[in-house]
T-cell receptor
Framework: AQTVTQSQPEMSVQEAETVTLSCTYD???????LFWYKQPPSRQMILVIRQEAYKQQNATENRFSVNFQKAAKSFSLKISDSQLGDAAMYFCAYRSAALDTGNQFYFGTGTSLTVIP | DTGVSQNPRHKITKRGQNVTFRCDPISEHNRLYWYRQTLGQGPEFLTY????????KSRLLSDRFSAERPKGSFSTLEIQRTEQGDSAMYLC????????????FGSGTRLTVV
């Protein structure tokens, strides 16, 4: 089974600054999808950004961007101009592109982000 | 459509009792997933449905767990003879087709077994 590792249990950032959350994964597959999800306290998980492994270009969504390094199996999330509303648990997730096995997400253990006013 | 709805939000039960949770997915989504999230961990896959068919079950889904999705609409997850180790957040998610664009999650049902 694929494994996803988030080595930073907690991170903090000053409001308006930039922070990078790390994620590495282990797979023998060449085609897959990677995601970052945000889980605010007591609220539902929300998709932040998505990356397709066959695309070399890093995905961006407004203040959120990723650094996808396929060879290194690394998928970090950069949050620019951090806002108080960005405070949440962030989960990195992997999903195979295979038709027979690509029916579940594998999640990391999460990084709790605190935004300091 | 207000998204994925889960009920109840919280459930406290005594060990040995049966509990049932409900999930109402986004109406046009044909796939529905159940995940379990324990403290300090990311969500772990339990099972998924395509329409009314349950197509995959994780080894985490012991014989005490059963899930249904009659008529391909809402889904229920039942845990029989609950144990303290069942205490967790149970998350439901739905997607259109394969979910390669991501899931829409519900807010979860937090189960506490005392």
């Amino acid at each position: 089974a694929q494994t996803v590792t988030q080595s930073q249990p907690e991170m903090s950032v000053q409001e308006a600054e930039t922070v990078t959350l790390s994620c590495t994964y282990d797979t023998s597959e060449s085609d897959y999808y990677l995601f970052w999800y945000k889980q605010p306290p007591s609220r539902q998980m929300i998709l932040v950004i998505r990356q397709e492994a066959y695309k070399q270009q890093n995905a961006t969504e407004n203040r959120f961007s990723v650094n996808f390094q396929k060879a290194a199996k690394s998928f970090s999330l950069k949050i620019s101009d951090s806002q108080l509303g960005d405070a949440a648990m962030y989960f990195c997730a992997y999903r195979s592109a295979a038709l027979d096995t690509g029916n579940q997400f594998y999640f990391g253990t999460g990084t709790s982000l605190t935004v300091i006013p | 459509d207000t998204g994925v709805s889960q009920n109840p939000r919280h459930k406290i039960t005594k060990r040995g009792q049966n509990v049932t949770f409900r999930c109402d997915p986004i109406s046009e989504h044909n796939r529905l997933y159940w995940y379990r999230q324990t403290l300090g961990q990311g969500p772990e896959f339990l099972t998924y449905f395509q329409n009314e068919a349950q197509l995959e079950k994780s080894r985490l889904l012991s014989d005490r767990f059963s899930a249904e999705r009659p008529k391909g609409s809402f889904s229920t997850l039942e845990i029989q003879r609950t144990e303290q180790g069942d205490s967790a957040m149970y998350l439901c998610a739905s997607s259109l087709n394969t979910g390669i664009y991501g899931y829409t999650f519900g807010s979860g049902t937090r189960l506490t077994v005392v």
